[in-house]
């Protein structure tokens, strides 16, 4: 799916203002509330906006202590390594990847020794072949979208109007409403 004008308006104004109603992001974006609650619809089915829960700081609730865990597993383990790796409250994240290494886990605990008693239940897995931590120092940039949903912008004309007239810098003189800027 390639995302539009309004489609990234309408995502970045979610971020900037993720308790705003669909009324709110009508008047922000200067669209129709139809309009958005017909985009955000499409996002949805699309899979592009996947929920509308609050951003949790792990740090701040408790679980300082972060690192990621490389895994190297047994050939055609990665069901059984999904399953272990399921039962771990501490496994916040796990991907799959290419490289020396099938899967990169994020794991967070509330101390040091809490890291270790998890790094020791991952190994007790007989399809988790060997790992390796790498603890977290400190956080260089947060999970961002904006500025890569951004960077892919692809001209192209979006189906509100009025969005599309706002979008658009007024260069004749008048505010964009038939009325003249200056007085």
Known sequence: ?????????????????????VLELSRTTSVARGTVQAR?????????????????DLRRAGFPVQAYVTLEIAQGALDEVREA?????????????TGSFDVLCLVATASHE?????????DQSPSIVRSTSIVVLSVLIERRVQPLLESARRP????????RAAAQPVSDGSDGRGT???R
Not at 40 to 56: C, N, S
Not at 85 to 97: F, G, S, W
Not at 156 to 163: E, N, V
Request: hydrophobic letters at 45%; charged letters at 25%.
């Open 180 to 182: 003249s800027a200056t």
């Open 40 to 56: 955000l619809k499409r996002l949805e089915e699309a899979g592009v906006i996947t929920g509308y829960g609050p951003d949790v």
């Open 156 to 163: 192209g004309s979006t189906r509100a109007p009025a969005y």
């Open 85 to 97: 790796l399921d039962a771990i409250p501490q496994v916040v994240e796990a991907v799959v990847t």
């Open 1 to 21: 799916m390639t995302l539009d004008e309004l489609d990234l308006a309408l995502v970045r104004a979610m971020h900037e203002h993720p308790r705003a109603g």
């Open 114 to 122: 809490e890291l270790q008693a998890t790094l020791l239940r991952l």
